[in-house]
């Protein structure tokens, strides 16, 4: 059972910056392709970003040249540099992992997960 958790969340006024970690338990972290999801109130929880297990990104629309997400092997650390941060950001964010082995996979939907952490809340003030 891979365990997944998260750290680095807090509150901050607009336009701020934060950046959240995943500690993973997954031995080889190289092979899992990893991906942060959020939940807002009142809301459905959506795909923000991922990371492959070729290095390459993809980031959803709505965070585009905000957020950054970048994962360190060495370490087992997943990271999600989050920058101009708006209350439309605030929500619970969720990171979430699967085995790739060496595909180009990305992981974008809640069926393409096998393992969740437990959340960090994000909350941005106006």
């Known amino acids: 059972q891979v365990q997944l958790v998260e750290s680095g969340g807090g509150s901050v006024q607009a336009g701020g910056s934060l950046r959240l970690s995943c500690v993973g338990s997954?031995?080889?972290?190289?092979?899992?392709?990893m991906g942060w999801f959020r939940q807002g109130p009142g809301k459905e929880r959506e795909w923000v970003a991922s990371?492959?297990?070729?290095?390459?990104?993809t980031v959803a629309e709505s965070v585009k040249g905000r957020f950054i997400i970048s994962k360190d092997n060495a370490k087992n650390i997943l990271y999600l540099e989050m920058n101009s941060l708006k209350p439309e950001d605030t929500a619970m964010y969720y990171c979430?992992?699967?085995?790739?082995?060496?595909?180009?996979?990305?992981?974008?939907?809640?069926?393409?997960?096998?393992?969740w952490g437990q959340g960090t809340q994000v909350t941005g003030s106006s």
């Open positions: 990371v492959g297990t070729t290095a390459m990104t």
């Open positions: 997954a031995y080889p972290y190289s092979r899992y392709c």
């Open positions: 979430a992992a699967r085995i790739c082995g060496s595909s180009s996979f990305l992981p974008r939907g809640q069926k393409d997960i096998a393992y």
